[in-house]
């Protein structure tokens, strides 16, 4: 059997990492003094509203070695070999982590560093998922997951810059778009890194400079499109509505809410859209 294991950062719902018979390392977000663990004491809801009432800005961290160690232990007893997709590794030591630990058994465990997170790590977890069912195995999922990740573009509008200056993710040429009034950070991910791509006036300015990128390319409609929202669902209807009007196919289920992990560093407000290209 083929174990897929991902961390708290690709954004699934605890119900949806059941049906997708999906484990999941949870990351860690400090309020203060007090220790969260996304998706065991802290759901999206909860951040969100913690985020909002309180007054210092959340720290997150990669999840505990232990937590990889529990997994492994029980996949290297039952022989199962075990593939493990997991946030970039230009943003948290999550990956490092998977890969140390891993070393230490011997049965076959393939750590794969996403350069990506929230919906982009998921539709890479749900392409193992697919290839898994069909009877694939572990080297055969890892190759085309290594294969689709090269193609996988993430786009995303921010709030604000705040959150990603806080936490050290802005670059540093866009240090300075807080001071002017409604301009939104259009960033991208690219190779695993956050990089400032567009000033946009308002959010829908940004939000239509995302989908003119997402035109240009020529997206592979053999793979979903995922439309990230950091909370308010409303801009994640409105990102969809947009996409569809340009006449590209959403299923009922591409809207992702963001969770802690990645909305400690954009706030909420703040979408995205996520694809594979041609």
Do not use: W
């Not at 996304?38 to 909860?46: A, Q, S, V």
């Not at 990669?62 to 996949?75: N, Y």
């Amino acid at each position: 059997m083929v174990r897929i294991i991902t961390d708290s950062a690709s954004d699934f719902e605890p119900l949806e990492l059941q049906l997708l018979n999906v484990e999941c390392v949870p990351m860690t977000i400090n309020f203060g003094d007090v220790t969260y663990k996304e998706n065991i004491n802290l759901t999206k809801r909860m951040f969100y509203n913690l985020l909002k009432t309180h007054s210092q800005t959340p720290k997150t961290s990669q999840p505990s070695p232990e937590c990889f160690e529990k997994i492994f232990k029980e996949a290297e007893k039952k022989g199962d070999e075990v593939v493990a997709i997991l946030i970039s590794s230009k943003i948290s030591g999550t990956y490092q982590c998977g890969k140390y630990v891993s070393s230490g058994f011997k049965n076959k465990i393939y750590i794969i560093d996403s350069l990506s997170a929230s919906a982009g790590e998921r539709l890479l977890v749900e392409e193992a998922v697919r290839m898994r069912n069909k009877g694939y195995g572990a080297k055969e999922i890892v190759k085309h997951i290594e294969n689709v990740k090269e193609k996988m573009r993430l786009y995303a509008v921010v709030e604000s810059g705040d959150f990603l200056k806080k936490g050290g993710r802005l670059p540093h040429s866009a240090h300075k778009i807080n001071n002017i009034k409604n301009i939104k950070p259009v960033i991208e991910m690219e190779n695993g890194t956050i990089k400032l791509l567009h000033k946009s006036l308002g959010s829908q300015r940004g939000i239509q400079y995302m989908i003119n990128q997402l035109h240009k390319a020529k997206p592979d409609l053999e793979y979903p499109f995922h439309i990230m929202y950091a909370h308010n669902h409303n801009v994640g209807v409105e990102v969809k509505k947009a996409l569809l009007e340009r006449g590209y196919p959403m299923s009922d289920h591409c809207l992702v809410n963001v969770g802690a992990v990645i909305g400690s560093h954009i706030g909420k407000n703040s979408c995205g859209i996520v694809y594979v290209e041609k």
